[in-house]
């Protein structure tokens, strides 16, 4: 009898023993699913028993064919029975939906191209309890809704490749048997960066590589893999053939079997009957290798799927299921909750947008206290459409979604939420304008002003932002050390514009237009390597200022300038020379150029992981000033040790010294420039240890105007769990928050939507990222929705006219009361109704006479009326069975963003 060796657990032999009874007393063979350790202990036992083992399907695409035979040698390496997929027969309806339960994990390598319909195809595969392993950068190339939606899916995606090979490291918080399995087989791969998408998704391994980016990232129903899994360049056979041992072992689906000839999965679209009852289709809990033990506290193991539901024969699959019976995968409590949540909130964005396109487009404009007499005499003649057709599919089709889900009718509640998410999407105003007054800024990136030669190119820029709607322009005026002017604080202008001056061409084009142009500054991030690869210069040339003053770099522990992974050098925040520098060099700005305002960019030290002492800022000012204070040189201590909190604290503390500097030197100077920063969403405890940047203190000691989280996310849902925190944080001071939108792969819908909820919140407004990545579609939205044209073009801009700006947004609430109220749709007592409309005129009144006269006495008393009126305003909502709760939180919002626009007017 012909015998291999395979690595198992000891305990596998033991269940095997004992499951091959069960099957033979069952009177038939069946595939086993088995959890199998790699490279613990070396057994035989006879490969007869594994030959109706399960398959794994592996799909074969134009992306991976150069790569096909060394992608061969891994499967052959890891010993997997498994079958091969086309990816042009992955669609709906295709064999990919009639495979038998022997294949029940797809591996899809580096198949970067797929199509709406494989997506779909694959979602469907997921739902009915199949299993997806992804590699490299599947999906990078497909259409930019495709990979919105293979994202959520997926619960990751490939961001980036890494410059440099790095190396793999397990989570800390995975138990310790896990942690040894996994750095048994980890590597030094030329590897990817992954982003985790969702709260399902769980980092299982990093790359030892500035700020430890996502390696290898799971969930229930997929695993990816950051790097070109099955590519001799990138990774050895046995690393990559080891991983998917292991990772197969995750989905309770490892098969390792002899070398089998592969076929097509074709042969395995065949029915298959339910195994005997005696024969236990689950995994031995008490023999999973991973792990093995409960976890201790605050320690996380690799999540196990639960055990996949075997395929009915096809005579029942042709059997519709009893609505009182569950169908489909289940989905978890979790899950649950999380799809209920992001589809009500859609469609009260879906409802809100309408409603304020409804307000704006002057189908009524009358106060709401006039509405109120109107209403109150029955003398309505005023028809106001709300498009309450769409609106009222789009609550039947949320009504019908909570129903499949109370029947369990899982499959078809997926596939519902999806197809109501895409009604909604489809259907989205973007054709209405909308009167909400905010701010609306555009970073206008170096890239794009470079590729202009003359004032004339830039013009055709501003034309576009101007045509958009947009109000401000944050304009990059200083990029690792170079500014884009010719400067005589700095050594050299950027070679890219020298001959011409970019920043007095965009100012003055800005101010023509109506628009700010705020400076957008580099501060101590001072070299990129990928810069001096573009201007043909040594890959570790430290830039002009640093050249100069090499005393004046930070570095890691060793004395390395530059970041392994984003290849930057920064400067000593610590040092005082370069502070002095860095204030001359803004206040040359601020001086020469009629500039709204000034942003600091990389205001904040590198990226670093305590956790593998990756850490940096051991300039040779900073460790002088820490070594005086505490008679320690902090390049002697390490994370665990005691100093270690105070050496994380000094370090922010010269970041917010510097802040505070600037706003006094602004303050004294320049006292129409505002101040604004871009800054990291992180937690506060997280973003103190990796980056020292401590924007709260910022905020709470009025050195900033204006505040820009860069809260990027591909999702509406993500971008909530992002501003949210942030915004409430914000209520009640004096700085308006702009939260930043990364338009890069963002499809155009999902750009509207996350604008919208900026609107529904008590956001200032928001800005994009960036200019280059301005779509037409895009653009022609927003020339649509808030272009400037009639009543929009005096439209106030809220970080210059708060006041202004408070009374409008207050008249766009009155009109969105109007209408619903004229359509009868608040549902409220004449008495409640009448009490809201004198409250409502009074608090007009009061901002109005704000907005006119800016006095002291005038804006004590419109604070002290929206205090009162946000104080009643429970009542009203209360008393309303027409107002959503949704709705009336946005209203909450928008009185609580008025609140801000009055207290930033009184600082300002």
């Avoid at 050895?236 to 080891?242: E, H, L, M, Q, R």
């Avoid at 002003?449 to 003359?454: A, C, E, G, L």
Wanted: charged share 20%; hydrophobic share 35%; proline share 7%.
């Amino acid at each position: 009898m012909s015998k291999r060796s395979l690595s198992v657990s000891p305990q596998f032999v033991k269940f095997w023993n004992k499951t091959i009874k069960t099957v033979k007393q069952g009177g038939r063979l069946r595939s086993l699913v088995a959890s199998i350790a790699v490279g613990v202990t070396l057994i035989t036992f006879p490969l007869e028993a594994l030959a109706q083992a399960n398959r794994v399907g592996v799909v074969r695409s134009r992306d991976n064919a150069q790569q096909w035979d060394e992608i061969v040698k891994r499967l052959q390496a890891a010993r997997l029975n498994y079958c091969i997929l086309d990816l042009q027969d992955v669609r709906p309806g295709s064999e990919l939906e009639q495979l038998g339960s022997e294949v029940s994990v797809l591996l899809l390598p580096n198949v970067e191209t797929l199509t709406g319909l494989q997506v779909m195809a694959l979602e469907s595969w997921l739902t009915r309890g199949g299993a997806a392993i992804i590699t490299g950068p599947t999906g990078s190339l497909s259409q930019p809704q495709v990979r919105s939606e293979l994202r959520s899916l997926l619960g990751a995606y490939w961001g980036f490749p890494l410059s440099n090979p790095a190396t793999l490291e397990p989570n800390p918080t995975l138990n310790s048997q896990t942690q040894q399995q996994l750095q048994r087989i980890s590597s030094t791969l030329q590897g990817g960066v992954l982003i985790p998408v969702g709260e399902e998704s769980q980092v299982v391994a990093s790359w030892q590589a500035n700020g430890t980016p996502a390696a290898v990232i799971i969930n229930d129903d997929t695993t990816f893999i950051g790097w070109r899994w099955g590519v001799d360049r990138v990774a050895p056979v046995n690393v990559d053939a080891n991983w998917l041992q292991l990772l197969l072992s995750r989905h309770g689906q490892f098969t390792a079997t002899a070398s089998l000839a592969p076929q097509s999965c074709e042969e395995d679209a065949v029915a298959t009957p339910e195994p005997p009852p005696s024969v236990s289709q689950g995994r031995p809990t008490q023999e999973t290798p991973l792990p093995s033990r409960r976890p201790r506290t605050g320690e996380t193991t690799l999540p196990r799927r639960p055990p996949l539901p075997r395929r009915p024969p096809q005579q029942q699959q042709r059997t519709q299921p009893q609505p009182s019976r569950p169908s489909g995968r289940p989905l978890s409590s979790r899950q649950i909750q999380q799809m209920r949540q992001e589809l009500e909130r859609l469609v009260g964005r879906y409802e809100s947008a309408l409603l304020t396109a409804t307000a704006s487009n002057g189908e009524t404009s009358m106060s709401f206290a006039d509405a109120v007499t109107q209403s109150l005499n029955r003398s309505n003649t005023v028809e106001v459409s709300i498009q309450e057709s769409k609106l009222s599919q789009a609550r039947q089709e949320l009504a019908t979604f909570n129903q499949l889900l109370a029947q369990q009718q899982y499959d078809q509640a997926r596939a519902h939420w999806l197809q109501t998410r895409n009604f909604i999407w489809n259907n989205y105003p973007t054709d209405q304008g909308v009167n909400y007054p905010e701010t609306r800024a555009m970073w206008l990136d170096r890239g794009t002003i470079v590729r202009t030669k003359s004032e004339r190119d830039l013009a055709r820029i501003f034309n576009r932002l101007a045509n958009a709607g947009i109000n401000t322009v944050f304009f990059e005026t200083v990029n690792a050390s170079y500014p884009i002017y010719p400067s005589e604080v700095a050594p050299e202008q950027n070679p890219m514009t020298q001959g011409w001056d970019p920043l007095e061409a965009a100012v003055k084009l800005a101010h023509e237009r109506g628009m700010e142009l705020h400076a957008w500054v580099w501060i101590f991030a001072a070299a990129n390597q990928r810069h001096n690869t573009i201007l043909g210069l040594p890959r570790d040339y430290l830039g002009p200022v640093l050249t100069q003053n090499p005393h004046w770099a930070g570095t890691d522990r060793q004395g390395n300038p530059f970041q392994r992974n984003t290849r930057k050098a920064f400067f000593d925040p610590a040092n005082e020379e370069v502070q002095i520098y860095l204030r001359s060099l803004i206040n040359e700005i601020a001086t020469r150029y009629d500039v709204d305002g000034i942003q600091l960019d990389y205001i904040r030290y590198p990226f670093q992981d305590p956790r593998v002492d990756l850490t940096y800022g051991f300039g040779l000012a900073g460790r002088r000033e820490f070594r005086r204070a505490t008679g320690v040189d902090p390049v002697d201590i390490r994370p665990s040790d005691r100093l270690w909190r105070q050496w994380t604290l000094f370090r922010a503390q010269q970041v917010t010294e510097f802040v505070a500097s600037v706003s006094d030197l602004l303050e004294e100077n320049h006292p129409d420039v505002l101040l604004s920063a871009a800054v990291f969403p992180i937690p506060p405890q997280q973003r103190m240890g990796r980056i020292q940047q401590h924007w709260e203190a910022w905020v709470d000691q009025d050195y900033l105007d204006l505040l820009v989280p860069m809260t990027y996310a591909n999702s509406t849902q993500e971008f909530q769990q992002l501003t949210d925190p942030l915004l409430r944080g914000g209520q009640g001071q004096g700085t308006i928050f702009l939260p930043g939108i990364r338009l890069l792969s963002l499809p155009t819908v999902v750009a509207v939507d996350q604008m919208q909820h900026l609107r529904d919140s008590s956001s200032g407004g928001y800005a994009l990222f960036a200019a280059e990545n301005l779509s037409l579609n895009l653009q022609n939205i927003l020339e649509d929705t808030q272009g400037r044209r009639g009543e929009n073009r005096d439209e106030p801009i809220a970080h210059r006219q708060p006041l202004k700006t408070a009374r409008d947004r207050y008249n766009t609430l009155q009109r969105e009361w109007a209408v619903l109220l004229l359509n009868d749709s608040l549902q409220m007592d004449d008495s409640l109704i009448e009490d809201w409309g004198k409250q409502a005129q009074s608090l007009e009144i009061a901002l109005s006479e704000l907005a006119d006269d800016p006095s002291g006495s005038n804006l004590r008393q419109a604070m002290a009326q929206l205090r009162s009126f946000r104080e009643q305003f429970d009542r009203w909502m209360q008393g309303s069975s027409g107002v959503t709760p949704y709705q009336a939180q946005v209203w909450h919002n928008r009185l609580a963003s008025i609140a801000t626009l009055l207290q930033y007017g009184e600082k300002n």
